[in-house]
């Protein structure tokens, strides 16, 4: 299996891997929702992803260096608080609240964040077509925080609030790994180590942990999934497509995100999206795509063959 997709062209193995990285991140969602809605906490969920993937990611911080970017350990510690646990308890617990589909409120806050963090402070050029796709994003906005159940209006709405906080801190933890320039790989070792480390004791002795053995089969593939085939293999096959394809071409594959979660929630949560809901998604799956620069980069490159 392995010399035969190494004989595949560099393009198709790119492509193999980009999109093993889109499912296993759509799938987080999907699979987040389902155990925050039967009989898992978000405290238990996150225990498992980074009590797994601290562990699987120990011997490569120790290799790389427990310091990282200008801050050294408060540097790692820094991105553990922004992409560790605070990002994953809120994001799950909003998933208890809302419905699946409304996670695409993570990605456009991350994009909006990203993208206006990377003009003002680290002076990223930008276009017309980067400020159209932030402008479709806050449509794609508008229509999630309106799609809400009359009955369940307060209780949605603070599901939206923690799905837009969590995406504020990635979005900072975007910013900060572009403005340090740290390796990916040591970058998650260090935020699962670390958010492993401080968390795991507060989550044993204060936040009162549901896994038993009514549910361990449950909480076992919550750490498989999450912190394995989530945190571990989806990032490096990530980092790999990005090798292959190169960066822009790469992240031109997660607006597929959004559009995989809503149809995978249907049949699986029994989540059936509205129009509005549909038309919030679609808006901030092209939104993320257009912001990507990827549009502008395929339209340069045609312009320069033409001419």
């Known amino acids: 299996m392995h010399n035969y997709f190494n004989s595949l062209s560099p393009r198709t193995r790119g ?4 999109l093993f990285s889109v499912f ?6 999907i699979v987040s929702s389902y155990g925050v809605r039967n009989s898992l906490t978000a405290y238990d ?11 699987i990611l120990l011997p490569i911080l120790l290799k790389k260096g427990l310091r ?5 350990i408060w540097g790692g510690l820094w991105l553990a608080f922004m992409m560790g646990v605070p990002f994953n308890i809120l994001a799950i617990w909003a998933m208890k609240f809302s419905p699946a589909s409304h996670a695409a409120l993570i990605n456009i806050t991350m994009l909006m964040v990203s993208t206006v963090g990377g003009i003002f402070l680290l002076r990223e050029k930008t276009n017309a077509l980067k400020v159209t796709g932030v402008v479709i994003s806050l449509a794609g906005v508008v229509c999630l925080l309106a799609a809400t159940d009359a009955g369940n209006h307060d209780i949605m709405l603070l599901g939206h609030i923690m799905f837009i906080v969590s995406g504020s801190l990635w979005g900072i933890y975007t910013l900060s790994m572009k403005i340090w320039k740290v390796d990916p790989l040591h970058t998650v070792a260090a935020v699962c180590v670390y958010s492993a480390l401080l968390y795991i004791p507060i989550y044993v002795l204060f936040l009162n942990p549901q896994i038993g053995a009514h549910n361990w089969q449950a909480a076992t593939f ?6 394995l085939i989530n945190s571990v293999f989806a990032l490096l096959c990530f980092n790999r497509a990005v ?6 071409t790469t992240t031109a594959f ?5 559009a995989i979660v809503t149809l995978s929630a249907i049949p699986v949560l029994g989540q059936v999206p509205t129009e509005l809901e549909w038309a919030g998604v679609a808006l901030a799956s092209g939104g ?15 312009e320069n063959s033409a001419a």
């Open 243 to 248: 090798v292959l394809l190169g960066a822009s």
């Open 68 to 72: 990282l970017g200008p801050w050294g």
């Open 15 to 18: 492509i193999s891997l980009i």
């Open 288 to 302: 993320v795509f257009l912001s990507s620069g990827i549009l502008g980069k395929w339209l340069g490159q045609k």
């Open 254 to 258: 997660l607006p597929l995100i959004p």
């Open 222 to 227: 919550q750490g498989f999934y999450q912190g």
């Open 45 to 55: 969920i996150t225990a498992m992803r980074f009590g797994t993937a601290g562990l």
């Open 24 to 29: 296993v991140w759509a799938g987080w969602t």
